[in-house]
């Protein structure tokens, strides 16, 4: 599913940097993603990936940039909505000093972007979609200022009036009038 150029052998990254760029297909990656987030962001089918890597000693680094189209749905008015999201990256890897046969250990979430390989090739794809979850907004939401649904007559606020508040009879709104009623 995944080109082979998400994938680098560990003996190819040279101690001077060198700088790739590629545009991968990541269609797949929504499946994967619904699983375990509850799909509130949508994968665009290609993701624009420009990275410089190198190595000192044993330790790998990597640092670049994604850029992407994304969709998500409104946490407050439910609209459908898509946005750029572009995000600059760094991250290293060092060899792993135990446990040589265990699987990708890549994952394994570190503080200051530190991490382990235990494999002769780094493959990159679970590295960036973890950038593209860091970078992602913790819920969708499709303007800061998106005013959602009225909780008394569910009214579209970014679309139309409130039926409720102009019939003044909004229940959140009676404790406001009785405050001034009592003063
Ligand atoms: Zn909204
Ligand atoms: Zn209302």
Redesign the pocket.
């Given at each position: 599913m995944f080109s082979p150029l998400m994938k680098i052998p560990v003996g190819d990254i040279p101690q001077s940097p060198k700088e790739i760029s590629f545009s991968e297909n990541i269609a797949g990656l929504s499946d994967i993603y619904s699983k375990y987030r509850s799909g509130d962001f949508r994968f665009p089918p290609r993701l624009d990936v420009k990275l410089v890597y190198y190595r000192s000693g044993r330790q790998l680094f990597f640092q670049g940039s994604l850029r992407g189209t994304f969709e998500g749905s409104?946490s407050?008015?439910l609209?459908e909505y898509t946005f750029e999201l572009n995000k600059d990256f760094e991250f290293v890897l060092s060899p792993a000093v135990s446990k040589p046969d265990r699987k990708i250990e890549e994952l394994s979430r570190e503080d200051l972007g530190l991490s382990y390989y235990s494999t002769d090739e780094i493959d990159l794809m679970p590295l960036i979609l973890e950038q593209v979850l860091l970078a992602l907004p913790t819920r969708p939401?499709?303007?800061e200022n998106?005013r959602?649904f009225c909780a008394g007559c569910g009214a579209n606020l970014?679309q139309e009036a409130c039926v409720c508040s102009a019939a003044g009879d909004d229940p959140r709104m009676a404790i406001f009038r009785s405050l001034k009623v009592g003063r």
């Open positions: 409104c407050r008015c609209s939401l499709c303007d998106c959602g970014n």
